[in-house]
């Protein structure tokens, strides 16, 4: 199974100011025939379902704001919240499907300072 | 995006069948694009993915071996749903469950999830 391992666990950090959120994978999740890396972000709020931010390591979904960026590459992968705002309060998760079984990473908790 | 609703009993006793529906709208189970997942969460394990059924002119699934030979997910088309069969419930399997639709592999799509606590 391919492991994704997220850091920090938790974070908290100003309104304002910027947050950074790692993950790794324990093997590459870049497809090379299609060129493509089989990686999302999720943003879960208290007593929901997770929100999907990013697909295809990159791919902002529609209405994300565009505080919200990824980055990344190899097996190392990055979400960034430029301006952290109140309503960015929640657990997120990064999530391989590149194969199966799918897997997440165990989630780091966003707060404010 | 499709929509999808969860249903099922909310307590399972240990040994019994622990059982939940997917409702779509927006999609067909049957889609050629789409595979239909169940995906439970528990402060334990974290998300955990449990298997996944998808129509490519025929009916494919798959599972986690964490729990191969205990679950099981069939798709009703008649009423444009999927389901969740997970035998042998044990307390650790106390969990919220989640049913996605994936497109491409990606989950775009969530039920709003289901607390299944198994408990005599």
């Known amino acids: 199974d391919i492991v994704m391992t997220q850091s920090p666990d938790s974070l908290a950090v100003s309104l304002g100011e910027r947050a950074t959120i790692n993950c790794k994978s324990s093997q590459s999740i870049l497809y090379s025939s299609n060129s493509k890396i089989y990686l999302s972000w999720f943003q879960q709020k208290s007593g929901q379902p997770p929100k999907l931010l990013f697909s295809w390591a990159f791919t902002r979904e529609s209405g994300v704001p565009d505080r919200f960026s990824a980055s990344g590459s190899g097996t190392d992968f990055t979400l960034t919240i430029s301006s952290l705002q109140a309503e960015d309060v929640a657990v997120y998760y990064c999530h391989q499907y590149y194969s199966v079984p799918y897997t997440f990473g165990q989630g780091t908790r966003l707060e404010i300072k | 995006q499709a929509q999808l609703r969860q249903s099922g009993p909310g307590l399972v006793k240990p040994s019994q069948t622990l059982s939940l529906t997917c409702d779509i709208s927006?999609?067909?189970?049957?889609?050629?694009?789409?595979?239909w997942n169940w995906i439970r969460q528990s402060p334990s394990r974290g998300l955990e993915w449990l298997g996944r059924i998808y129509y490519r002119s025929e009916w494919y699934d798959s599972y986690a071996e964490s729990v191969k030979g205990r679950i099981s997910v069939t798709a009703d088309t008649s009423k444009n749903q999927f389901s969740l069969h997970l035998n042998f419930a044990t307390p650790e399997d106390t969990a919220v469950y989640y049913c996605a639709r994936d497109t491409g592999r990606v989950l775009d799509s969530w039920g709003q999830g289901s607390l299944v606590t198994v408990s005599s």
């Open positions: 927006g999609d067909i189970v049957s889609s050629r694009s789409a595979a």
